[in-house]
């Protein structure tokens, strides 16, 4: 059975994002944000979230404008606040847990490209290039709090109880009780375990 366009991106297969699926729900998340970052109205505005992503947890606070691209791709816990100026590359899944606190400015990117820079384009029978896009999921597990401007790459899971620094790039799976930062983020320290 062929996969969907969509189904690829989110196998993290090279899929072709001219698709008129995914163009469809570019759309989509494009016409809805707005009504998330600007409405005044709380009952439009919530209505508009839970519309554009695909989980909504109790107590969500979204503080400040956000960027998603898919938006249905976007799983938040309970009790989640975000900052202003929070981009989510949800190229494919991100998922948040509960109680994750992410400040301004951080990133999510789930989109990758080759190393090799000569698997970065395709060519389409025409001739027309085409940029070779691939993405992997990203978890976020329960009571964690990611610094202003931290990123975080597509493919890494981020355990419970964990503190990101300010400024890191997470490009690895980061363990439960731990504390990380620096370019890429390595250990800083243990934290007690939760209770």
């Known amino acids: 059975m062929t ?22 729900m570019l759309s989509r998340a ?17 209505k508009a979230i839970y519309e554009l992503f695909n989980h909504v947890g109790k107590n969500l606070v979204i503080n400040g404008k956000i960027r998603v691209l898919y938006g249905n791709h976007l799983t938040f816990g309970d009790d989640d606040f975000i900052n202003d100026n929070v981009r989510f590359q949800d190229s494919n899944l991100i998922t948040l847990g509960d109680r994750v606190i992410v400040a301004p400015d951080v990133k999510f990117y789930c989109g990758e490209h080759a190393i090799d ?7 389409y029978e025409n ?13 976020v597990g329960n009571d964690v709090w990611i610094g202003g401007n931290a990123t975080i790459i597509g493919g890494v899971h ?34 007690t375990p939760l209770k």
């Open 3 to 24: 996969k969907t366009e969509h189904e690829k991106l989110l196998a993290g297969e090279e899929y072709n994002y001219r698709d008129p699926g995914i163009r469809q």
């Open 30 to 46: 494009r016409k809805l944000l707005p009504q998330v970052n600007d409405l005044n109205d709380l009952e439009q505005r919530n």
């Open 117 to 123: 820079a000569q698997q970065r384009w395709g060519s």
């Open 127 to 139: 001739g027309k290039k085409y940029l070779i896009s691939f993405t992997e999921p990203i978890s």
């Open 158 to 191: 981020i355990g419970n109880n964990v503190i990101v620094a300010a400024g890191a790039v997470v490009n690895r799976d980061v363990p439960d009780n731990t504390i990380v930062g620096g370019v890429p983020a390595k250990k800083i320290k243990s934290l």
